[in-house]
């Protein structure tokens, strides 16, 4: 790979080997492409989870009241506003939080993608098994019957944390034995919290991608072994993008409307790609170009930004450009993104930018104080976003948004944090303040 030629096409990436932050906007936004999903994978998906909620509802009770449905709600945060224009820049229309922090279950928004992924895996095996057939009550698979009959399978995969989190609960729960390998940015609440669900955890001092490679290879040699590839997998990604579905009767119960007029901005924590990926790909089945979607990165680890700017996609590191992808986000510690993700997000998204880790816990800090919401530090990635398409003329011209922009919508993706012990997050807070 020739760095200095790809320097010079894109002298943006000058600024990312300094770590400093960027603003990239797409300019293959918009442009026709053939995409390997549609609209109706996403119903596909969201039928499966809407068959699987007597299951959901029966074996984890704090679901009961959502009828077994694994979803989160969408909180206006106007008190955040005014620190966000007086840190990051004025920008007009009105600001929420998704709170997939505090999605039930795994309390990240992992608990989309890996939970579904799974479960899909359950229906296949009980199917072909003839114990199971769409029309029944899935409520039974929470017996001792599907229980023993999944002890005879295992599911693998490799994590930051919360994606091992999410398979390893819901693995375990069906029944199935879960290895779950983790990276060395892996918190170690996450890994004990595992254990003690009953999920094995085997532990590198390397990064993600070699977790992943590890899990991969265990699952090769066994005929037996699901292996959840976090790096390329069509389950995770239409599983999160049920969440757009979702979204639209929270955004018409909130009175928000969009139209040609009236824009939608969603902004999104980037780790892999996947998690945020596929909600993109949902949103903008759904709402077309009116919805603006933007992924955020760390400044250590903005493989996704760099696959996007230099066209490579998963055939890039940050390494190649001399990045260590260090980062305390480290649901966004990532330094290759998935090479299903990046290909779809070619076309569809609509931008990027990056942020240094020491910003992340001014804005935990900040969302605890005057929202009483406490995120964990990844989530907090996107919080630059709306201050950052407001003072970009060139995406404003490019979009031609200038008139519209007093009726806009932003809505920052919060992507995890309701597990995070109390210890740790008052840490966390404490850094923040
Ligand atoms: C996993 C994760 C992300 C990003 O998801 P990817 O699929 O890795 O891009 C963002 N925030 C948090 C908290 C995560 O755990």
């Not at 390893?168 to 034995?177: R, V």
């Not at 996107?382 to 932003?410: Q, R």
Request: some cysteine; hydrophobic content about 40%; aromatic content about 8%.
């Amino acid at each position: 790979m020739d760095i200095k030629k790809l320097m010079v096409a894109n002298p943006i990436i000058d600024k990312m080997t300094e770590c400093r932050e960027i603003f990239w906007i797409n300019p293959k936004a918009g442009a026709e492409a053939s995409l390997p999903f549609g609209m109706s994978d996403i119903e596909d998906a969201e039928k499966r989870l809407a068959r699987f909620a007597p299951y959901i509802a029966s074996a984890f009770p704090e679901t009961a009241k959502s009828g077994g449905i694994i979803e989160s709600n969408l909180v206006e945060i106007e008190k955040m506003k005014p620190f966000l224009e007086h840190y990051c820049g004025k920008f007009d229309g009105r600001l929420f939080l998704k709170c997939d922090s505090h999605l039930p279950i795994s309390g990240s928004i992992k608990a989309r993608g890996g939970i579904y992924e799974v479960l899909k895996l359950a229906e296949t095996i009980a199917t072909e098994k003839g114990l199971l057939s769409p029309d029944d009550d899935y409520s039974k698979l929470n017996s001792d019957k599907f229980r023993e009959l999944f002890s005879r399978y295992s599911v693998a995969v490799g994590s930051t944390g919360n994606l091992g989190l999410s398979i390893g609960i819901i693995s375990a729960k069906l029944g199935f034995n879960v290895t779950v390998h983790m990276s060395a940015d892996a918190r170690q609440w996450k890994k004990d919290l595992l254990r003690s669900k009953g999920a094995t955890v085997i532990e590198y001092p390397d990064d993600y991608q070699k977790a992943v490679a590890e899990g991969r290879k265990e699952a090769a040699s066994d005929p037996m072994c699901h292996f959840v590839d976090d790096e390329g997998s069509q389950d995770l990604f239409l599983g999160y993008s049920v969440a757009a579905k979702r979204l639209i009767p929270q955004l018409k119960n909130a009175d928000i409307t969009v139209d040609k007029d009236h824009p939608l901005f969603v902004y999104i924590p980037c780790g892999v790609g996947g998690a945020p990926g596929g909600v993109a790909f949902g949103l903008k089945e759904i709402l077309g170009d009116n919805v603006h979607v933007l992924f955020a990165e760390p400044t250590h680890a903005p493989c996704m930004t760099l696959g996007l700017i230099t066209g490579l996609h998963d055939g890039i590191a940050v390494r190649d450009i001399g990045l260590d992808g260090i980062t305390d986000a480290d649901g966004l510690a990532v330094g290759r993104p998935s090479r299903l993700v990046g290909t779809i997000m070619d076309t569809l998204l609509d931008g990027c930018y990056t942020i240094d880790d020491t910003r992340l816990y001014k804005f935990l800090a900040q969302l605890a104080d005057r929202e009483k919401i406490y995120i964990e530090p990844s989530a907090c990635a996107s919080f630059t976003g709306p201050s950052l398409i407001a003072s970009s003329e060139d995406y404003i011209k490019v979009h031609d948004l200038k008139d519209k922009m007093a009726d806009s919508t932003h809505i920052l993706w919060a992507t995890g944090g309701s597990m995070v012990p109390d210890e740790e997050m008052k840490l966390y807070y404490e850094r923040g303040k």
